[in-house]
């Protein structure tokens, strides 16, 4: 069954640093642009980073200069380094693709402590 599985959340002081990563099926990831997803209790579903297969990156303003996000093809992984974290920061991350598939992965949480 194809899916995506996103691992490395966990509960974090604020000023630290995680690393997510997601695997994803190579017939998806070699060909589409990859991105994170963030969503926080109460809140809609929102786009934090994405990046295309040569590796050009985007980030959400509110990640600008403390999140990086890359690509293994290698490995078919995506990442996700989150530095200087911060309470707001707290939410379930998701990987997928841009356009989204049809179909989610069950997300790794992150927990920013103030």
């Known amino acids: 069954q194809v899916q995506l599985v996103e691992s490395g959340g966990g509960l974090v002081q604020a000023g630290g640093s995680l690393r997510l990563s997601c695997a994803a099926p190579?017939?998806?990831?070699?060909?589409?642009?990859m991105a994170w997803y963030r969503q926080a209790p109460g809140k809609q579903r929102e786009w934090v980073a994405s990046?295309?297969?040569?590796?050009?990156?985007n980030y959400a303003d509110s990640v600008k200069g403390r999140f990086t996000i890359s690509r293994d093809s290698a490995k078919n992984t995506v990442y996700l380094q989150m530095n200087t974290l911060k309470p707001e920061d707290t939410a379930v991350y998701y990987c997928?693709?841009?356009?989204?598939?049809?179909?989610w992965g069950q997300g790794t949480q992150v927990t920013v402590s103030s």
């Open positions: 990046i295309i297969p040569i590796g050009n990156p």
């Open positions: 190579r017939s998806i990831f070699s060909i589409r642009t």
């Open positions: 997928n693709s841009i356009p989204i598939l049809n179909y």
